[in-house]
């Protein structure tokens, strides 16, 4: 049996909330639970430090949160709210003495490797850049997992969010379905069984590449996770509020929200 502890560093869309320059109710907000920086998770399994994107606000997470070491990344797209911390991780490479292997499916690796070119050289000996190696997962391999880490299988699936592709994973009984506008039918029977679900929920405007609040209400109700926390929300979604409306056992999450699973 492996422990998983999952702590959710980022829950915002691509803005952050508060929103520059925004005086909404939100915005406004002394709670903090309505201060929320870019979305990206960071989940131990067993004794090893894994983290799911490396977002805009990735160096004040790790700081915020002692991030103790990274052993691999899981890259769901390449925006740069999910992606753009990436220099930062070169504290952790130099820290570590080792390249950080980083996951993703074809495209969004192919991206990364492009714009980043950079962080895919060998290493010199001042560690002034991240040290990255690239490898590909799958996509639409059903219920094969595509990665074991500490004897925890991770499922890869590909989800519509407007033009791209995004990685949604299962790691264990944990699900991490950020930035998509839509889940498959194939891909409902492997959500089966989920102790805590992270769901996108950008607002109650429908958006051509993220869920509605209404519709990620619709799937959490469908998928039925013991837990379903939703994220990647705009300013427009106010805890309180979001709550309140909540269907039985989803909640908004919040920036340091922990949850523990096993596998
Ligand atoms: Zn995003
Ligand atoms: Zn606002
Ligand atoms: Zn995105």
């Known amino acids: 049996m492996t422990q998983l502890t999952l702590t959710v560093l980022g829950c915002s869309s691509s803005s952050g909330t508060p929103l520059i320059g925004c005086d909404c109710p939100t915005c406004t907000s002394n709670d903090p639970k309505n201060r929320r920086t870019r979305c990206s998770a960071h989940i131990q399994i067993g004794e090893q430090h894994w983290q799911i994107d490396t977002g805009t606000d990735f160096y004040h997470q790790a700081l ?14 390449p925006h740069a709210d999910h992606l753009n911390g990436i220099d930062d991780l ?3 490479c130099y820290k570590q003495q080792a390249a950080i292997p980083i996951y993703g499916h074809h495209d969004t690796l192919a ?6 070119d950079y962080a895919f050289l060998e290493q010199n000996r001042h560690w002034n850049r991240p040290v990255l190696r690239a490898h590909e997962l799958p996509l639409n391999q059903g219920q094969n997992s595509v990665l074991n880490i500490n ?3 991770v499922w890869q699936f590909g989800v519509p969010h407007g033009s791209w592709i995004t990685s949604a994973f299962r790691i264990g009984n944990i699900a991490w379905f950020t930035d998509l506008n839509h889940i498959e039918e194939s891909i ?16 109650d405007t429908p958006y051509p590449s993220h869920l509605s609040t209404e519709q990620a209400f619709a799937y959490a109700k469908r998928i039925n996770a013991k837990q379903t926390y939703f994220i990647h929300m705009t300013h427009a979604q106010e805890y309180h509020t979001l709550k309140q409306r909540c269907p039985q056992n989803c909640a908004p999450a919040y920036d340091g929200l922990t949850v523990h699973s096993s596998y």
């Open 90 to 92: 070169r504290a952790f």
């Open 111 to 116: 991206n990364i490797c492009s714009r980043f």
């Open 151 to 153: 004897n925890v299988p």
């Open 64 to 77: 915020q949160h002692r991030l103790p070491r990274i052993d691999g990344i899981l890259y769901t797209h």
């Open 188 to 203: 409902f029977p492997h959500l089966q069984g989920l102790d805590y679900l992270f769901l996108d929920c950008l607002m």
